[in-house]
């Protein structure tokens, strides 16, 4: 059973174009996370949600629309796709905020290119 | 703010010898948490250790080891008898106090563990 899932794995897509990125995770926890990974390895939060509440909303252009239906999913819309767009982007969940030193599990990443 | 930094991009590390890649962190918290991860050439985010920085003994997980020097703001992670599955890229991280439930992670260590 995968704990924390994304789909999909790889995504090419064309400058300008909208596309989604889809995470769950069956841990039964209450915060999820999504991170950028960049081409030099440089790892970068996003977004965080806790039950479904936006919590964490880091500089990112509003190109980038998270939205959690419920507390198990939480998926990344992206608007006008740019080339700086290519990236890997990696779903996480935690337990609770618990002063943010929750261990956060990390999905299997789904990697970007835009052409 | 937090900040982590790893100042090694590459070690290099005999076949089931030790091997210790260093942290050191930059927060004005009193209440931390600090994180190892690997990340394996298949890219997926593996959760390795976990330090409080309250927690007085140094953690340990199996043939990991977090040596804490919280006065010296480091938090160095031991590998003992290295195997060749432990070649990957490990990032440090911390979240907590004041910056909730973001990890900050540092650029990364990529390890090599030769035959």
């Known amino acids: 059973d995968t704990a924390v899932s994304q789909t999909p794995k790889y995504l090419v897509t064309q400058m300008g174009n909208d596309k989604s990125i889809k995470c769950e995770q069956n841990l039964g926890h209450d915060t999820m996370y999504w991170y950028k990974q960049d081409s030099k390895k440089f790892l970068k939060i996003m977004f965080s949600y806790n039950n479904k509440e936006l919590i964490i909303n880091e500089t990112v252009p509003n190109r980038f629309s998270p939205k959690s239906p419920d507390k198990a999913h939480l998926n990344l819309h992206i608007n006008s796709l740019e080339l700086g767009d290519s990236a890997v982007y990696f779903c996480?969940?935690?337990?609770?905020?618990?002063?943010?030193?929750?261990?956060?599990?990390f999905g299997p990443g789904t990697r970007l290119t835009v052409l | 703010a937090q900040k982590i930094t790893q100042t090694q991009p590459g070690m290099f590390v005999q076949e089931k010898e030790a091997v210790t890649l260093d942290c050191t962190y930059d927060t004005s918290d009193q209440s931390y948490g600090l994180f190892w991860y690997k990340q394996p050439s298949s890219g997926e985010m593996i959760f390795l250790i976990y330090?409080?920085?309250?927690?007085?003994q140094n953690a340990t997980e199996g043939r990991y080891s977090l040596n804490f020097q919280k006065a010296r703001k480091s938090a160095n992670l031991v590998i003992s008898a290295s195997q060749l599955g432990d070649s990957a890229m490990y990032f440090c991280?911390?979240?907590?106090?004041?910056?909730?439930?973001?990890?900050?992670f540092g650029e990364g260590t990529q390890l090599t563990v030769n035959p």
């Open positions: 996480a969940s935690s337990q609770d905020l618990a002063g943010g030193q929750d261990t956060q599990y």
């Open positions: 330090q409080g920085s309250y927690d007085e």
């Open positions: 991280a911390t979240g907590g106090g004041t910056s909730g439930s973001r990890l900050t």
